[in-house]
């Protein structure tokens, strides 16, 4: 007995999903690792909340990037 799987629509919103994975986790640890740091040094807040968010940002980009290429390079 063969069992066919077929799947419609499109399959880059499910590679999205999965890609999304990787940036949450970066999210996590970089806003882990920033309170543990501020916790740790109180006195250096300023500059660990400043690294915090450049990463965020930079962790994010690769997010929405992640998103608008399927977009931007549509498959046949």
Same mark, same amino acid.
């Not at 499910?14 to 970066?26: D, E, F, N, R, T």
């Given at each position: 007995m063969s069992v066919?799987?077929?799947v419609t629509g499109n399959i880059g919103a499910i *590679? @999205?999903?999965?890609?999304?994975? *990787?940036?949450?986790?970066?999210?996590?640890?970089?806003?882990g690792q920033g309170v543990q740091a501020i916790a740790r040094q109180p006195?250096? @807040? *300023?500059?660990?909340?400043?690294?915090?968010?450049?990463?965020?940002?930079?962790?994010?980009?690769?997010a929405l990037i992640g998103l608008v290429a399927p977009f931007i390079y549509p498959s046949a």
């Amino acid at each position: 007995m063969s069992v066919l799987a077929e799947v419609t629509g499109n399959i880059g919103a499910i *590679g @999205y999903g999965l890609a999304a994975i *990787g940036p949450g986790i970066g999210v996590g640890i970089i806003f882990g690792q920033g309170v543990q740091a501020i916790a740790r040094q109180p006195e250096a @807040y *300023g500059l660990i909340r400043q690294n915090m968010l450049l990463g965020f940002v930079l962790t994010e980009a690769l997010a929405l990037i992640g998103l608008v290429a399927p977009f931007i390079y549509p498959s046949a």
